[in-house]
């Protein structure tokens, strides 16, 4: 999913669990992996390629879902918010958990088990549609609602 569901996702689930800070970071900590290619690809260098990169259905450096996105380390980061307790390790695990949710629902691939590459998702909601979009809008008055509620 764009950015921009995550956001929402993030902001839902933190108005919900009075922790916004945390349950954002949470949403948008699983793409701190786009950063490592990003970077080591020159995606940076030039917006007209950032722009195609992040746009693009398919991932063309084979490594922008990786770690992060991986089953294994959201189940370590909910042992450790465990332990740590209190609301806000939960706000974070849940925005964290609605990131690799709503990655699993568009139709780029995800390998949740990275770095094996053994099974691949590919949701039914193609990437940038106008079915994310109805997600996003979703997205966007589930939060309306929250917020008008107070």
Same mark, same amino acid.
């Given at each position: 999913?764009?950015?921009?569901?995550?956001?929402?996702?993030?902001?839902?689930?933190?108005?919900?669990?009075?922790?916004?800070?945390?349950?954002?970071?949470?949403?948008?900590?699983?793409?701190?992996?786009?950063?490592?290619? +990003?970077?080591?690809?020159?995606?940076?260098?030039?917006?007209?390629?950032?722009?195609?990169?992040?746009?693009?259905?398919?991932?063309?450096?084979?490594?922008?879902?990786? +770690?992060?996105?991986?089953?294994?380390?959201?189940?370590?980061?909910?042992?450790?918010?465990?332990?740590?307790?209190?609301?806000?390790?939960?706000?974070?695990?849940?925005?964290?958990?609605?990131?690799?949710?709503?990655?699993?629902?568009?139709?780029?691939?995800?390998?949740?088990?990275?770095?094996?590459?053994?099974?691949?998702?590919?949701?039914?909601?193609?990437?940038?549609?106008?079915?994310?979009?109805?997600?996003?809008?979703?997205?966007?008055?589930?939060?309306?609602?929250?917020?008008?509620?107070?």
């Amino acid at each position: 999913m764009f950015i921009s569901a995550h956001i929402l996702s993030g902001l839902a689930i933190g108005e919900m669990a009075n922790s916004l800070p945390a349950a954002l970071v949470g949403a948008l900590f699983p793409d701190l992996d786009h950063l490592v290619p +990003y970077f080591r690809f020159g995606v940076f260098r030039s917006w007209g390629m950032f722009w195609r990169t992040v746009r693009s259905h398919d991932d063309p450096y084979g490594c922008q879902r990786n +770690y992060f996105h991986s089953i294994w380390l959201f189940g370590l980061v909910t042992a450790v918010c465990i332990a740590l307790g209190g609301v806000a390790s939960l706000a974070f695990v849940l925005g964290y958990g609605s990131h690799l949710v709503l990655d699993a629902l568009d139709s780029a691939e995800w390998w949740p088990f990275y770095p094996l590459r053994t099974v691949t998702v590919r949701g039914p909601i193609g990437y940038l549609s106008r079915g994310e979009l109805l997600v996003t809008i979703f997205l966007a008055a589930v939060v309306a609602l929250l917020w008008l509620r107070g």
